[in-house]
């Protein structure tokens, strides 16, 4: 199992950016999908989460009403768009899978992460 995040670069505080999670993955469609990040000094933190049909979608408090998480199982792919960026959200951006009913906010709870996209901010 493989996830490929991409998508992260440098914009401006109020841009916008979609970042994806491409997954090497029989059968994602039995797959729910995170995406955390982890800023330079902080702990990694719960941005949003999908479950394997996309029905459900949790999201940070923090960026509720800004980012929207979705998925296209047809190509292995779960997207996050982010809006109304702000230098806060300035992060390494990870996505992961587990093959749990829930999405999950916990970190612990998923098997299986890709190596982060840089999301840069600027003020």
């Known amino acids: 199992v493989q996830l490929q995040a991409s998508g992260g670069g440098l914009v401006q505080a109020g841009g916008s950016l979609r970042l994806s999670c491409a997954a090497s993955?029989?059968?994602?469609?039995?797959?729910?999908v995170g995406w955390f990040r982890q800023a330079p000094g902080k702990e990694r933190e719960f941005v949003a989460a999908i479950s394997r049909s996309g029905r459900t979608t949790p999201y940070a408090d923090s960026v509720k009403g800004r980012f929207t998480i979705s998925r296209d199982n047809a190509k292995n792919t779960v997207y996050l768009q982010m809006s109304s960026l702000k230098p806060e959200d300035t992060a390494v951006y990870y996505c992961?899978?587990?093959?749990?009913?829930?999405?999950?906010?916990?970190?612990?709870?998923?098997?299986?992460w890709g190596q982060g996209t840089l999301v840069t901010v600027s003020s």
């Open positions: 993955i029989r059968a994602f469609g039995t797959y729910s």
């Open positions: 992961a899978a587990n093959q749990k009913f829930l999405p999950q906010n916990r970190y612990y709870e998923y098997d299986y």
